[in-house]
């Protein structure tokens, strides 16, 4: 059985659990696939959402600011869970993707069709081209381990995929010394980092073995808003590298990750 993995934890800044239902809703349209939001009573607030649901205790990761050029104010991050997915995860084959991926193809569906047993993504792209990821490459300058991107996460049930989480749990309960060991810092945790110790370890700490999704993320940062056109078709809004004009870009049928969490809820809050 496949099936796609959201989790969705609220704070005071943003409404995780409607943004998973919203991006829940549009793999339902563009994969076909079934999908569990795995949430708390209080994120919930006793809303039906048409979708499964899987009660869990939200763990912290710290703390973040959400939308730098408005608010510099942190608030709580419970992005603590993810290594739960093994455990959690109703499905043979499972797709984990954060709540703010905005799905608008089916492109997705390719990895289910591979003979990969876990995966994640390795490459990614600014869309407005302002941005380039050299500091990204790497979780550490100094130690030169690839940086993967938790942002969408593929696996299948069975033994590769089970070391593969007991090594994210085992970064989880021991952060500080991965941190000290590859210098970077305890605070936030950060699930792009215990993904990448932990496929990097499963694969025998070969670069050349490790399967990676076969395609770059296409990412749109957080001082970017959002309009929609239709459901495939999404207008994005941002200052040019000089603050000098504001630039406006159409994407149409192409997935992408969207950071902006506040400007997000504009979408499904009503």
């Known amino acids: 059985m496949k099936g796609v993995l959201i989790y969705a934890f609220n704070n005071d800044k943003v409404d995780y659990f409607q943004q998973a239902v919203w991006c829940a809703d549009r793999v339902n349209r563009f994969l076909d696939l079934p999908v569990s939001i795995i949430t708390d009573t209080a994120s919930q607030q006793g809303r039906s959402c048409g979708h499964s649901v899987i009660p869990c205790d939200p763990l912290s990761g710290g703390s973040r600011v959400y939308n730098p050029s408005l608010d510099s104010r942190a608030d709580t991050w419970y992005n603590g869970n993810r290594f739960q997915s093994f455990d959690l995860s109703p499905y043979d084959q499972t797709l984990v993707l954060d709540s703010d991926y905005v799905v608008c193809s089916d492109r997705l569906n390719t990895l289910f069709e591979s003979d990969v ?154």
Not at 149 to 167: N, P, R
Not at 171 to 184: C, G, M
Not at 244 to 259: A, C, P, Q, V, W
């Open 117 to 270: 047993q876990v995966t994640a993504m390795k490459n990614v792209y600014d869309v407005t081209n302002r941005n380039g990821y050299a500091p990204y490459q790497t979780i550490s300058g100094d130690r030169g381990l690839h940086h993967y991107w938790a942002t969408v996460l593929y696996f299948v049930k069975g033994e590769l995929a089970k070391d593969f989480f007991d090594i994210m749990t085992m970064i989880r309960d021991h952060y500080r010394h991965y941190a000290d060991l590859y210098k970077f810092s305890t605070q936030p945790f950060r699930n792009d980092f215990a993904v990448s110790i932990a496929l990097t370890a499963v694969y025998g700490h070969l670069p050349e073995n490790i399967p990676t999704i076969p395609w770059s993320m296409a990412n749109v940062f957080s001082d970017v808003s959002i309009s929609t056109i239709d459901q495939e078709t999404f207008v994005l809004s941002y200052d040019d590298q000089h603050r000098r004009s504001r630039r406006h870009l159409k994407i149409t049928g192409e997935d992408f990750h969207f950071m902006n969490k506040v400007e997000l809820a504009k979408l499904y809050a009503n």
